[in-house]
């Protein structure tokens, strides 16, 4: 069957989109979401693109429109998944157009006017260059906004964050004048939880990765202990409302029972 060409297709979607939408309506939607935002380059190929730098540009132009929707669905928290700390071993020619396009990223999330409170999360002293400034300087000025929390993780590596944890917990009580065995012997999981690096991250109800792949790649291990998962198809820049509406759905209709 021949799909329906371009002028018909935007209607009958926008129609369901506000049917689906409607569906969602008081039922149950994930507070802290974390998104990995996988397939840029492999886009930016089928697209006909020679230069990946395309699929980096389309991929963070779409963090703005999802923080939107998020904002609208009510969520509170998002964490982005921009760089894991393996990632940082790419060549340079690599690396550093996907660095600059995080930074445009950063810089628009954060520009005067937006209600979003944005910290940069993650092992940003390994960046090049001034990356680790300009993604401090840029966060720093969204403190106390308010509305929608926004961790984005450059860097970063889930278990990386958790053995920095157990460090700061450390270091935190013996600047104390604390024992370290004493610390040792009574060390529990909130020690941890209370480390991390986003002071708000202590759980995640739900993660979305597109692209297709079904693994976390160290995304927020500590945090998604009981998260839900929510695997898409198509590549990060070609993600959709529709797309995202069909994830809460998805959540809307799980039960969640954290163990028990």
Request: net charge neutral.
């Amino acid at each position: 069957m021949k799909l329906l060409p371009l002028f018909l297709r935007r209607p009958i979607e926008a129609v369901y989109e506000r049917r689906l939408a409607a569906t969602l309506v008081g039922l149950p939607r994930p507070q802290h979401v974390g998104i990995m935002v996988d397939g840029n380059r492999r886009w930016a190929r089928k697209a006909g693109h020679t230069d990946v730098r395309e699929g980096y540009r389309a991929g963070g132009a779409k963090v703005t429109t999802f923080l939107g929707w998020c904002t609208a669905a009510g969520i509170e928290h998002v964490t982005l998944f921009m760089l894991s700390d393996d990632n940082l071993g790419r060549p340079a020619e690599e690396l550093g157009p996907l660095i600059e396009v995080i930074e445009e990223t950063v810089r628009d999330i954060t520009a005067e006017g937006r209600d979003w409170e944005v910290r940069a999360i993650g092992s940003l002293d390994m960046l090049p260059g001034t990356s680790a400034r300009v993604l401090k300087e840029a966060t720093a000025a969204t403190t106390g906004r308010g509305g929608l929390k926004v961790d984005v993780a450059v860097g970063y590596g889930g278990r990386r964050e958790i053995v920095d944890a157990v460090k700061s917990a450390f270091e935190e009580h013996i600047a104390a004048g604390g024992d370290p065995a004493e610390l040792v012997a009574r060390f529990g999981i909130d020690d941890i939880s209370r480390h991390l690096y986003s002071p708000v991250a202590d759980h995640t109800d739900f993660i979305i990765r597109t692209s297709g792949e079904q693994r976390l790649s160290g995304f927020l291990l500590w945090q998604s202990a009981y998260a839900e998962m929510h695997w898409v198809d198509c590549y990060w820049p070609a993600f959709r409302h529709v797309d995202f509406l069909r994830a809460l759905r998805s959540y809307a209709n799980r039960e969640r029972r954290f163990g028990k």
